[in-house]
């Protein structure tokens, strides 16, 4: 295992596209989050899972987005007719919840939306 | 509302120089606060946290609950210590929040 992985790195699509981001986290972590993140800003929490269940979303994530984990295991984050302004770094982030919350990162995945 | 606050987008020192990166956090409750390091083409990752009280690569960083903040510093920079810092906390419902971020560049 070595840390959490994310597909694909880069993606371009067209305005009004439909597309599917993966994240497998490292293996014995029970918990993966979802962030986007925009030029000059921190990391923006989108959503997280324990286990298969999500257990929170932020305001952030429209009715566009929706993000699934259905074996707890891996994750896909679906964005739906995309808009220009959902271009970002979108990461990924497992843990193992416990007394230290230390999240590990993926290396993200960058989308453009022409 | 929870919030982190890094007034700093940028940051210059000379190396050997001290250097000190501020974060203020608004927070109700008692939060769980770290500081995340991204250093040039690597992934974001976890310097150090408040609960354990440790010093990582020469870093510390103290929780002032009367000033709600959680400074990072360090008494030597180092040039290898150029990066990006975010500093974060976690909330009751285990939602990280991150601050804008600081570019820490050490000149030689």
């Known amino acids: 295992d070595t840390g959490v992985s994310q597909d694909p790195r880069h993606k371009i699509t067209k305005r009004g596209q439909n597309v599917t981001f993966r994240c497998d986290p490292i293996?014995?972590?029970?918990?993966l989050y979802w962030y986007r993140q925009t030029l000059g800003q921190g990391p923006e929490f989108l959503t997280y899972?324990?286990?298969?269940?999500?257990?929170?979303k932020s305001r952030l994530l429209s009715d566009r987005f929706s993000a699934e984990r259905p074996k707890g295991s891996f994750s896909t984050l679906e964005i739906q007719r995309t808009e220009q302004g959902d271009s970002a770094m979108y990461l990924c982030?497992?843990?193992?919840?416990?007394?230290?919350?230390?999240?590990?990162f993926g290396p993200g995945t960058r989308l453009t939306v022409l | 509302a929870q919030r982190v606050t890094q007034p700093e987008k940028l940051l210059s020192v000379f190396k050997g120089a001290p250097v000190e990166l501020k974060c203020n956090y608004s927070?109700?409750?008692?939060?769980?606060l770290f500081w995340y390091v991204q250093y040039s083409r690597q992934r974001l990752q976890l310097l150090l946290r408040?609960?354990s009280r440790e010093s990582i690569k020469g870093f510390t960083a103290d929780l002032n609950k009367g000033e709600t903040s959680f400074h990072l510093k360090k008494p030597f920079a180092q040039e290898e210590d150029s990066a990006m810092y975010y500093c974060?906390?976690?909330?009751?419902?285990?939602?990280?929040?991150f601050g804008a971020g600081t570019r820490l560049t050490v000149k030689p």
């Open positions: 982030a497992s843990s193992f919840a416990g007394l230290y919350n230390e999240q590990f």
């Open positions: 293996s014995e972590h029970n918990r």
């Open positions: 899972f324990q286990n298969e269940a999500q257990l929170e």
């Open positions: 927070y109700s409750g008692s939060p769980e």
């Open positions: 408040h609960i």
């Open positions: 974060a906390l976690i909330g009751n419902n285990n939602d990280m929040r």
